[in-house]
């Protein structure tokens, strides 16, 4: 365990930097609760992980706004996917930039799904700024302040490893039931 959070501590900004370019929500959990027991700076693991979610959606948005064509050869088995990702944009406007931040499994749709319509790169750009903002302080935050139940919970699932196994296969299982339920054809 020594070893590991060693690890972690020496590389663990690297780490944060680039699991924050795809969504990065466990990753700054992750830093912060580190934070909280004293191995790494909070601030820092903050002011990162909040770069690199900026960098990456914004890259997301750029990539679909200049390489279409490209990206449907990739997105061809995921249309209803992008499709409801529009749903949700139309239905939630520009709210759906920061809800996504929360939301893991629609985190790279999202900003994907606006590239490929007309909406303003610079609104885009501001809003995801503002969002990640908040998502930022949500998370890092509050995983700091919560830190020693975090740590808690941690410990019963090293103790219960059945337990971390259950609850991804449901999240994996709910996630899967929603888009297939979300994206079938009526």
């Keep these: 365990m020594q070893d590991m959070l060693h690890h972690l501590a020496t590389y663990g900004y690297i780490g944060l930097f680039i699991y924050s370019l795809g969504g990065g929500f466990v990753a700054l959990m992750a830093a912060s609760v580190l934070s909280y027991m004293g191995k790494m700076d ?11 979610n900026v960098i990456g959606d914004n890259l997301l948005f750029y990539l679909a706004r200049n390489q279409k064509e490209v990206l449907y050869t990739y997105l061809k088995k995921h249309r209803r996917k992008l499709a409801l990702a529009h749903l949700k944009m139309k239905q939630y406007g ?77 999240l994996i299982i709910l996630i899967w039931i929603y888009l297939t339920l979300a994206t079938r054809k009526k």
């Design 42 to 52: 909070l601030a820092t693991s903050m002011v990162i992980a909040f770069t690199a």
């Design 94 to 170: 520009s709210w759906i930039i920061l809800i996504q931040k929360f939301i893991y499994g629609i985190k790279t749709l999202i900003p994907i799904a606006i590239g490929l319509t007309k909406y303003d790169l610079k609104k885009f750009t501001i809003l995801n700024i503002l969002s990640a903002i908040v998502w930022t302080f949500v998370i890092g935050l509050g995983s700091f302040y919560f830190g020693g139940t975090l740590m808690h919970l941690y410990g019963i699932i090293i103790s219960k490893p059945y337990i971390a196994i259950v609850v991804v296969l449901l």
